[in-house]
């Protein structure tokens, strides 16, 4: 079945946790009712292989055995945009994967050797788009300080059709969408707090963790913002901000395990994080976690939904 991929990168990219099992192992196939509550209700693109996956703590062997596990679980229900990186030849090696497992497109992570340069990461993502066999790539920034100029060079690497725009910069997101492409397709990578400002100068749809625990809520944010509803998204954010503020802490470092800790809370355990992510919630973290999920009736939700 044939996805319309730019609107698919306007809607909601779903980053999907990575499961363990009790001996640490990965453990795919607990996914399978994530996945199958984000599509019902309507997450528009899931993401395999994302930060909100543990990307970094992942084997490449693991990644692209979850790659392949989370293809088969999505079918052809919606388009999968996978995770690449690390290494050229790990990066192409998973590129390679992900292609085979019939994703739909290549999100390739901001490459993090100290040495990177603006023309070495434009060689860097023709490899890794050329092992795949010319799957389109949506660049995952998270980093602007190359400036307008050297994003607008890798944007027109070859393929590239969006841009996970990841760093707290709207002004500097206004000028590379000025400099770069008109056939662009700028998406909100801070998730659902940062996507009101995003948009405002441009940005359309956003990266969401929230959809593991309550894609019923980030699916009604995307919807007030694409009608242009600020007040509504707005309501609609702060009544889930507690759950991005408790990511937020210690440096970004309890991201994910505010995503793997709501998981346990409602009923669907997919292990703690790998270091060095935080684990588990500090007791107020935890605390102030447990009182949202209460607020928010999410595990009777989860049941509903099952």
Known sequence: MAHDLERALTGISGILVTPYDTAGEIAPPKLAPIIDRAISAGVHMPVVNGNTGEFYALTTDEACTMV????????????????????????????????????????????????????????????????????????????????????????????????????????????????????????GGLAEVWAPP??????????????????????????????????????????????????????????VTGVKAALIAIGQDCGPTRPPSAWPLTERQQKALDDFVTENALAELQEKTA
């Open 198 to 255: 995003l948009y405002a100068v441009g940005a359309r749809g956003f990266t969401s963790g929230l959809i593991n625990v309550w894609p019923e809520r980030s699916m009604a944010i995307h919807a007030a913002l694409d009608a242009g509803n600020y007040p509504a998204a707005n309501r609609l954010i702060a009544g889930m901000r507690t759950f991005e503020d408790i990511r937020a802490e210690e440096h970004n470092g309890t991201n």
């Open 68 to 187: 392949r596990e989370v293809a088969d679980m999505v079918g052809d229900r919606a388009p999968l945009l996978a995770g690449v990186g690390r290494g050229v030849r790990d990066a192409c090696k998973l590129a390679r994967a992900s292609a085979d497992a019939g994703a739909a497109a290549l999100m390739i992570h901001q490459p993090p050797d100290p040495f990177v340069s603006p023309r070495g990461a434009v060689d860097y993502i023709k490899a890794v788009r050329d092992a795949s066999g010319g799957l389109p790539v949506m660049l995952y920034l998270r980093n602007d300080a190359m400036g307008p100029e050297g994003i607008a060079r890798l944007c027109e690497a070859g393929g590239v059709k969006g841009v996970k725009w990841a760093t707290p910069n709207p002004l500097n997101l206004a000028a590379a969408i000025a400099a770069c492409p008109d056939d662009i397709v700028w998406v």
